[in-house]
């Protein structure tokens, strides 16, 4: 069906005596003139996204239309779509014009906005063959079209920000703030703040970067505290000092500002008070790991025990389980503990008796950047650092019958 | 993006006020591929799950990263040509996007700006909307100062996908390619990701080829003495240094480094040699070479210290920066360039001019400007 919208109907001919022959006709949810042209907002169907749709025009008239490629300008004389209220001498929306029979269709390049105001204004007499305010048709008509706005109460929140656990170290490199809808494009910048005991923000903790950091989704966004800061010896941390002190408290704040994907403001603010202890500057070593093998014959969770948390975004595919000798990973589910200090694995078939690795893989880091065997910060490296880092690391583990 | 100097032709600097078409056509066949058994076989119609940045080959070749699918893909622009060589600038040009793309500036993100180097056009990259709805678009400015939607679907292209790090399940992780560079039949990129932090730089052949997958290097900006650091490459251009094939690499918070591009092997940790340190809190935003007066230059337009000049002369045996840096600058010297102002994407057009976008207040324009 067609969706409700207002329209007049504009006599072309001097601009004097256009207000007193508008003649608005509202006929079956469509704009329809005196001269019988029709103007409809086609929701979007299986076929097509939603397009303006316009009747009663000159089936010779729109036959003898040149080829749109070559002569756009022809077509948008007879049918121009606009965004309500773009000045004279801006575009008129892209999109290409098809010919149903009596029917002219303008499917834009780009599916219209839900909730946002455009334009439609025809003019038969620009049809070959018509002659300006002729017979033909001569009355331009315009028509006020819009699809329906989507819901405007906020909604969308802030689930979590990792790290999750109630400690930071001091060089924290990265957080991540995690939501329950996608998120427009807009960056965090100006609306996460650090906060200090006495309710102070933090001056410049983030690195100001423009590039757009969202996961595919746009439900998680990564923010990274300016590493010339966190990094020692180096200018802006001689000047600025490092924005997270060891010993000291201090609360994330996320602001209802952040606009969701529908322009929403978030539905509620995030708070979160975290300690920050000393600086971790040693690299990822799996051979510290803890390895708790589950019982061979259950699906029981593969527990992997760190001694410090690392990264989240980086522990749902940096480390694997493969059968020793096999090069596949084993399918399963990777569940991370609170805290990001404990890792899960629940393979989809039962444990077999045997042997397995668990898979490390060299881009594994901590939240302050330490890599597996490489710390964030070195010295310049010698020549022995000089070769690619090994890709992956493996942990053997022995899945055994149950005691 | 940047492309390297090449002779250039008066413009068509000079026309009447923006206009608009709808629609580029462009109906292209599939461009020969010689005898290659390899050569990657060419489509028509892109897709796109997102676009920017872009970079053009000295033939005119673009190349568009889709850092949402992880690839680039290589457009033939040939057929989509303007019959109005140059770029004629267009102010308030984001308003005029939005207009064609039936949405509001404020819902368009540009992501980049590069200029053809033969027909001197300059095409823009464009995400309309917001959030995993948003759509890629590219637009084209030409010497009459027309906007025009480029039709992709009639494009001819090649493709290929940056390598994966390893156990890569795509869920999270997401490439933001920062800068894409052609030098020598070679495309390099540089990227970051949201979840590694490291600085990779990646090279792949082109014409694109199968079972070539590119290779990466992991690259470091040596400085302050004793400190490497792995930190992301925000803009680059090829040129020679010492006469060697190299890289001139802007970081954020700004060190200037070059790697030769013989280092940049395989699999290899690099470090690069500090050259200049530019100011902290910035980034570099695009960088190009021109040469005026006999000399070569380098312009750098930065986050939030300006547009800088550096004669690359100066590259040539500069020592490496080694001792903590106690002003706010210091290596080769630079000239700031006051005059162009809210620079958020740069290009040479010519040689005499570079296209900007610039922000004054709330508008956004598109500018030939000369070159410092």
Same mark, same amino acid.
């Given at each position: 069906m067609a969706l409700p919208f207002r329209s007049i109907a504009v006599p072309a001919g001097?601009? *004097? *005596?256009l207000v007193a022959l508008i003649v608005p006709i509202l006929a079956m949810g469509c704009a329809r003139a005196a001269t019988g042209v029709a103007v409809t907002l086609v929701p979007a169907d299986a076929d097509a996204p939603a397009r303006v749709r316009v009747t009663g025009l000159s089936p010779d008239g729109l036959r003898a239309l040149p080829d749109q490629a070559a002569d756009p300008a022809a077509w948008e004389a007879v049918l121009r779509v606009t965004v309500a209220g773009t000045p004279d001498g801006q575009p008129a929306v892209a999109g290409r014009y098809a010919v149903d029979g009596a029917a002219l269709e303008f499917r834009p390049a780009f599916p219209f906005d839900p909730g946002r105001a455009y334009d439609a204004r025809v003019d038969p007499a620009a049809l070959p063959g018509a002659s300006a305010g002729a017979s033909a048709g001569g009355a331009i008509v315009r028509a006020a079209l819009s699809l329906p706005a989507p819901a405007a109460t906020p909604a969308t929140t802030v689930t979590r920000v990792y790290p999750s656990g109630d400690e930071w170290p001091e060089n924290l490199l990265r957080l991540y703030v995690e939501f329950s809808g996608p998120m427009s494009r807009a960056g965090g910048f100006d609306h996460v703040r650090l906060l200090d005991e006495d309710g102070r923000a933090v001056v410049d903790p983030f690195l100001p970067l423009d590039v757009d950091l969202w996961n595919s989704d746009y439900t998680r966004f990564t923010l990274f505290l300016d590493p010339g800061r966190v990094k020692t010896g180096i200018l802006p941390n001689e000047q600025m000092g490092r924005p997270l002190q060891a010993g000291r408290t201090y609360t994330i704040e996320v602001a209802t500002s952040w606009p969701d994907a529908l322009g929403r403001p978030l539905a509620a603010p995030y708070r979160r008070t975290v300690r920050v202890v000393a600086a971790d500057d040693q690299p990822v070593t799996p051979a510290d790991w803890r390895i708790e093998p589950p019982a061979a014959g259950t699906r029981d969770a593969l527990v992997v025990r760190f001694p410090a948390a690392l990264d989240h975004g980086l522990l749902q595919r940096a480390v694997a389980v493969e059968r020793a000798g096999a090069a596949d990973r084993l399918p399963g589910t990777i569940a991370i503990d609170p805290g990001e200090a404990v890792w899960r694995f629940i393979p989809d078939a039962p444990w077999t008796a045997s042997a397995y690795d668990l898979v490390v893989y060299a881009i594994l880091e901590d939240p302050s950047g330490n890599r597996v065997g490489r710390k964030f910060e070195v010295d310049r490296f010698d020549e022995v650092d000089r070769a690619p880092t090994p890709e992956r690391t493996t942990l053997a583990f022995r899945v055994s019958p149950p005691a | 993006m940047r492309t390297a100097p090449a002779l250039a032709a008066v413009l068509g600097l000079v026309a009447a006020a923006a206009t608009a078409t709808a629609i580029v056509s462009a109906r292209t066949e599939p461009a020969p591929r010689g005898l290659d058994p390899l050569a990657v076989p060419s489509h028509v119609g892109p897709t796109f799950q997102s676009i920017g940045p872009l970079a053009f080959s000295p033939e005119g070749v673009l190349y568009a990263a889709d850092k949402q699918a992880a690839a680039i893909h290589a457009l033939d622009l040939t057929a989509a040509a303007s019959p109005a060589p140059g770029t004629k600038g267009i102010d308030g040009i984001d308003q005029q996007i939005a207009a064609m793309l039936g949405? *509001? &500036?404020? !819902?368009? &993100?540009?992501t980049d700006l590069a200029v053809h180097p033969k027909t001197r056009n300059t095409y823009l990259s464009v995400m309309r909307g917001q959030g995993p709805s948003a759509q890629s678009a590219l637009l084209r400015v030409d010497g009459a100062g027309t906007l025009s939607l480029v039709a992709l679907d009639a494009v001819t292209f090649t493709s290929v996908s940056l390598p994966n790090p390893? *156990?890569? !399940?795509?869920r999270n992780r997401t490439s933001a390619i920062t800068d894409m560079a052609y030098m020598n039949g070679r495309l390099f990129v540089a990227g970051l990701s949201n979840e590694e932090f490291s600085s990779k730089l990646w090279s792949v052949p082109y014409p694109f080829r199968q079972m070539d997958t590119g290779t990466s290097v992991e690259i470091f900006h040596g400085n302050h003495g004793r400190l490497e650091t792995n930190s992301p490459v925000y803009s680059f251009v090829p040129t020679t240094v010492d006469g060697k094939p190299s890289l001139i690499a802007g970081y954020t918070c700004t060190p200037l480094v070059r790697f030769p591009v013989d280092d940049l092997r395989p699999g290899a940790k690099v470090m690069g040699k500090t050259i200049a340190e530019l100011g902290n809190r910035s980034r570099p935003i695009d960088m190009i070479l021109y040469r005026k007066d006999g000399r070569e230059f380098l312009l750098i337009a930065n986050t939030t210290r300006g547009v800088m000049k550096l004669d690359t002369s100066t590259f040539d045996g500069a020592g490496a920066i080694t001792a903590p840096v106690t002003a706010e600058t210091g290596g080769v010297p630079f000239e700031p360039v006051p005059s162009m102002t809210g620079v958020e994407q740069l290009d040479l057009l010519d040689a005499t001019h570079t296209v900007v976008l610039s922000r004054t207040g709330a508008a956004l324009n598109l500018q030939a400007v000369i070159l410092p």
């Open positions: 001097p601009r *004097a *005596a | 949405t *509001a &500036a404020s !819902d368009l &993100a540009i390893p *156990a890569v !399940d795509g």
